[in-house]
């Protein structure tokens, strides 16, 4: 088992990217060998600020590690440091035809009404994500709802490639669903998802706040005056109390059903300062280690550097056998 997986270097980090990704990162590491990467080539997919981008990618680094990510045991890299991606995309992009891009929901939502005026790369941002995958020879690949579409399509760019010449080249990926996915929503509006661009600090909690802001939040998270049910299915229409259960579950490590058999009965009065001293108790720990680490960039970019190596060695026979498919000659 090889599990391949990327994430984009957003800034600002918030309890949504560590429960919706950066947790599952650091559980996979126990079941897997893993390759983790900062997706810096797909940032720039849409235009991106040079300064930001590069603080970007280093605060991330920073919080995988700071989350539990063993850069020992798991390879951490960002993208751009390891150009047999770049390399292998191109190859693919040739064998990729574009009725199989035209179906893209990803890109049809990201270039709006203004699809002339997006980039190629963001057209054929799903094929290097095929790269990114393919090149490792993954067996497994963890997706959250969003990407399972790009995941399919890595399959199908994979099953063609390999007919097409004729020789085996590619591993087909499978999707990795490891539990239902922790959606994490704003704690203003249980309809909408935890976002770093709200601009309602209150409805995030980030992953810089203090333990007293944590608290503070939860405890003004807003939700219902009914008690919680016994039953998950009760709390159909409740979207605020759903959301405070999912990440009380999530944080826990636990199932909503089981924090319910719990908490049955009660009110927020009484949850909410429960899920707070839980919050507390699970994120302080993360935070602290990641301010340490922030400081430190040489640190941060020593890591990166080394994953890069290490991926570099792990992408260069894939990366061969795919030009030799094709008939290019190089040495
Ligand atoms: N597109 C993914 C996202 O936005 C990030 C990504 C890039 C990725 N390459 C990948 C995820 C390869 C899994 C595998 O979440």
Redesign the pocket.
């Known amino acids: 088992m090889r599990t391949?997986?990327?994430?984009?270097p957003t800034g600002n980090l918030h309890l949504g990217n560590y429960l919706g990704?950066i947790k599952n990162w650091v559980k996979l590491q126990k079941e897997s060998e893993c390759l983790f990467?900062l997706?810096d080539l797909?940032a720039i997919t849409v235009p991106n600020d040079p300064a930001t981008l590069s603080s970007n990618c280093r605060d991330m680094t920073a919080a995988l590690v700071a989350a539990g990510v063993d850069t020992k045991k798991s390879i951490l890299f960002n993208?751009a440091r390891v150009p047999q991606h770049v390399e292998l995309a191109w190859l693919l992009i040739c064998n990729t035809p574009m009725g199989w891009l035209d179906r893209m929901t990803q890109f049809k939502e990201k270039s709006g009404k203004h699809k002339q005026r997006s980039t190629l790369g963001l057209y054929g941002?799903p094929v290097?994500?095929a790269a990114?995958?393919l090149i490792y020879q993954a067996t497994h690949?963890?997706?959250?709802e969003?990407?399972k579409q790009?995941?399919e399509l890595a399959r199908d760019i994979a099953t063609k490639f390999n007919s097409d010449t004729g020789k085996d080249v590619f591993t087909l990926p499978e999707p990795y669903i490891s539990g239902p996915a922790a959606r994490v929503m704003s704690l203003r509006d249980g309809n909408a998802k935890m976002s770093k661009s709200d601009p309602s600090d209150l409805s995030r909690i980030n992953m810089t706040d203090n333990d007293d802001t944590i608290s503070k939040k939860i405890k003004k998270a807003r939700t219902d005056a009914e008690p919680l049910p016994e039953k998950w299915e009760d709390l159909e229409g409740r979207s605020e109390a759903k959301n405070l259960l999912g990440i009380y579950a999530a944080l826990e490590d636990t199932t909503p059903e089981a924090v319910l058999s719990q908490y049955a009965g009660q009110g927020f009065g009484a949850f909410k300062p429960a899920l707070a001293d839980l919050a507390v108790s699970k994120l302080s720990p993360i935070r602290e280690r990641f301010e340490e680490l922030r400081k430190d960039e040489s640190a941060i970019d020593a890591i990166l550097r080394d994953g890069a190596e290490r991926a570099r060695a792990a992408a260069q026979p894939t990366t061969d056998d795919a030009y030799a498919a094709l008939g290019l000659l190089r040495d």
């Open positions: 391949v997986s990327g994430i984009q990704a990467f997706a797909h993208q941002y290097l994500q990114d995958v690949v963890p997706v959250g969003d990407q790009h995941l």
